[in-house]
């Protein structure tokens, strides 16, 4: 999986190395790859009279302290085959990882999940929401109960969007799924806009004529999907491959849970009007009711709000 080069991983307080920064590690090896393990502190104001007196700045300190525990956090990683960097920046947490993505180039973002107090930990924190909808590069966010080695990648596919996402993930589900020896699966959902009108309501169409156009529409997702995997030898009629009729959130939340999905990999989308600022509806409702791990790419041509 020789994709990434130049890997953040954001440690978000953490103290104590965890699966995804061992993943973070591995990645990095195996792609002869640069890693940066980064985290912030937020701005701190010190009182003119401690500052005067005792010549202190709080937020100096502060970032003295994070530093060298981000050095005790990768240390026992000293025997990897690459090097680690460490960085502490001040500021919000999500605009200043965005603006370290956007001014040093790094092509993937690594974080463990973090719930806020008091929500269900099926909730991405704050942070995690942030990232993933503004963040330019592919965010990868790993549940603190994620295997060190995946068992099963499903790959979100949707070849009829704009977006035109399909094409990475697919080559980041296919080349992880290879890497770690894992059961890759692809759904896609499709269904007829109007249906329920054409069905019962002032629209109504014959039973026959509303079944062809089921038909028609269900070919022609079909023919999508097929057109996609092609270029990875995979057919849309492969017991692997799920093209399902339903909304998409709901049929990648269910195929999740039936193939025991460890990663889900998609794709998102900016709102019309606020480009880069919102996630698509159907990967924020994944991102929000599932228990898996998240690989979310960003579309071609995607401009961050954070400057």
């Known amino acids: 999986m020789k994709r990434f080069k130049n890997i953040l991983f ?3 307080e953490q103290d104590t190395p965890s699966t995804a920064l061992s993943r973070a590690v591995a990645l990095a090896e195996r792609n002869q790859a640069r890693l940066t393990v980064v985290d912030v502190i937020g701005s701190v104001d010190t009182p003119s009279e401690i500052s005067a007196q005792l010549d202190i700045d709080i937020a100096d300190l502060m970032a003295v302290k994070r530093q060298e525990a981000l050095e005790a956090l990768v240390q026992p990683f000293d025997h990897a085959g690459t090097m680690i960097y460490t960085k502490v920046l001040s500021g919000i947490t999500f605009v200043e990882v965005i603006r370290a993505v956007q001014l040093n180039g790094y092509d993937l973002l690594i974080k463990d999940a973090r719930s806020p107090a008091g929500l269900t930990e099926r909730l991405f924190g704050s942070t995690d ?5 503004k963040c330019p590069c592919p965010v990868w966010i790993d549940r603190p109960a ?9 790959a979100a596919v949707d070849p009829l969007s704009l977006a035109g996402c399909d094409p ?6 296919t080349s992880l799924a290879e890497l770690e020896s894992s059961q890759l699966s692809i759904v896609h959902a499709w269904h007829l806009d109007g249906e329920s009108m054409l069905r019962d309501g002032r629209l109504r169409l014959p039973d026959v004529e509303l079944e062809n156009m089921l038909e028609w529409t269900e070919q022609k997702h079909r023919d999508a999907v097929g057109t996609l995997l092609d ?5 849309v009629d492969d017991p692997r491959v799920h093209v399902v009729k339903g909304e998409s959130a709901e049929a990648i939340r269910q195929l999740s849970e039936q193939v025991s999905a460890d990663l889900i990999v998609l794709g998102t989308v900016g709102r019309t009007g606020i480009p880069g ?4 509806n159907t990967a924020e409702d994944v991102l929000q009711t599932t228990n898996t791990s998240v690989l ?3 579309p071609a041509g995607f401009v961050s709000p954070v400057e």
């Open 10 to 12: 954001l440690a978000d």
């Open 129 to 133: 929401m942030h990232l993933l909808r």
């Open 146 to 154: 994620a295997k060190a080695s995946y068992d099963s990648i499903l």
């Open 168 to 173: 990475m993930i697919m080559d980041l589900s």
């Open 231 to 235: 270029d990875y030898g995979i057919a």
């Open 277 to 280: 600022f919102f996630i698509g």
């Open 296 to 298: 979310a790419v960003k």
